[in-house]
């Protein structure tokens, strides 16, 4: 007989990974090397030493090693969070009369709302290993900047966090936890570096972007002593951490005997999805099983349904090096009017590769329609939704009513990253009336895209 399928499913502790799953070794095409800007040659491990500590590197460029260890101070810490609850939303399938199953797994249940402290923790931790004097980091909506500056505190490492201007001045409570767990916090563009000066005299007005506080972060880190930086999000490092989110997932549903049919997740700059794709993907690609596989992007910032695959910078101030990715261009910065995250110009090269080679699919929404599907979702669910996991529930949602008309009961996986609690702003913007949508013209892009 079928075990009845609860609200909310915990892993037991056997079943907790222990390692995190390297997707790369799993792939026959892999995602292209990282590019020294001033020789155009692969770069090697070593020279990313001045930027990145080096586990860390090393764990960048490691395309073979299948499963790595998670190091125990790690798994110690995230027994504090993990395993994250996969859910069934019973209530919101009944919502919406469809045969399907969703499944959503959480990863909001922690004071930084997000997934993204799975991987501070452990870039924290490489960092404490190898003796650091401290990190640098930017954050765009602040979730990362969160997590990292817990996972400082955790370990008692210093931490600067170039905040984008625009988010630093919206969110001063960001700004206060941030600072609560002991980290500095300075707005980007500022007067404290190159970079930031030279955007400052060029745009003094300007409210930064994800790609100028990198620059600035970066610059910080070379020039200090002892000093590293990290990054949240489109690194292979980070999408090697949250596997930890597919890896629950997949032993969750297994323990009922589930397979997801669909699997879905919003993509800013590829780590969540990434993460929770992994050992699915694995089974694409070992031919064991063919889900699909669905990115969810901001109509205002399209880096896959409207991008370029090329070679491009990570940053404004072409510091960084150059990754093979869907770009919109270094210089692309969404709307104004674009409420949440997701607004990194570039997509994670893993994901971009698989995606290229058509392993997976991508749709971009509207914000107003995220947020109705946010509206749905908090009144059946019960928990409020960050504007960013609400891309992925509007592609769920409307999966979902695809399977009422065709009366095929698929199973639905997607990815909530995190809570909505700081975009309070954005929520009343849409409840007002007041949030419009704004699409980037086709013109508008092509004047950003990487040339060459
Ligand atoms: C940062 C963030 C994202 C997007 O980042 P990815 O690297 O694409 O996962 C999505 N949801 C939340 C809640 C975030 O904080």
Known sequence: MAKQIPNRILLPENLVPQQWYNLRADMPVKPAPLLNPGTGEPLKEEELYPIFCQELAHQELDDDTRYIDIPAEVLEYYKTFRPSPLHRAYR??????????????????NTSGSHKLNSAIAQAYYAKEQGLAGLTTETGAGQWGTALAMACAHFKLPLTVYMVKGSYQQKPYRRSIIQTFGAEIIPSPSDTTNAGRGILAAQPDTTGSLGCAISEAVEKAVTSEGYRYVLGSVLNQVLLHQSVIGLEAKAALELYDEYPDVIIGCAGGGSNLGGLIAPFMQDKLTGKADPRIVAVEPASCPSFTRGVYAYDFCDTAKVTPLAKMYT???????????????????????????????????????QTNVFKAAMLFSRTEGILPAPESSHAIRAAVDEALKCKESGEAKTILFGLTGTGYFDMSAYEQFLNGSMTDQIPTDEELQANFPQG
């Open 328 to 366: 919109l261009g270094s210089g692309f910065i969404p709307g104004a009017n674009h409420a949440g995250g997701l607004r990194y110009h570039g997509m994670s090269p893993i994901l971009s590769s698989l995606y290229h080679d058509g392993r997976m699919e991508a749709v971009a929404y509207e």
């Open 92 to 109: 919101l399938e009944k919502e919406l009369g469809t045969p399907a199953k969703i499944y959503f797994k959480f990863e909001g249940n």
